[in-house]
């Protein structure tokens, strides 16, 4: 089932967890399990709480899920750098998904600011 086009933040955060569910795989099969359940775990909770905002009771809960998603966001672009300075992650790999978690992040940002401010 493909999301509609016009919904750039659930689009890229479904193809980032993508991404993430992909890395996450390598890496256990690489036996490194600790980090990449925290990668994994973070870099999907993002698109999780964006798709559940879109279904929010209120304009309290929608902002709620979306600064969870922020926060998550954070979180995986903390795990990505280290997996990537420490070399576990080649840099190759890691560098488009970081900068499609820092788009997102920067996404969220905004909207988080624009719908405290409205």
Known sequence: MKEPKDNVIVTKSYKLALEIVKIYINLKNSKEFEISKQ???SGTSIGANIQES????????FIHKLSISHKEAKETIYWLRLL???SILSKSVAAPVLELTIEIDKILA???LTTKNS
């Open 84 to 86: 990537s300075d420490s």
């Open 54 to 61: 879109q279904a929010a009771q209120s304009r309290k809960d």
């Open 39 to 41: 990668l994994l775990r």
């Open 110 to 112: 905004s909207i988080l």
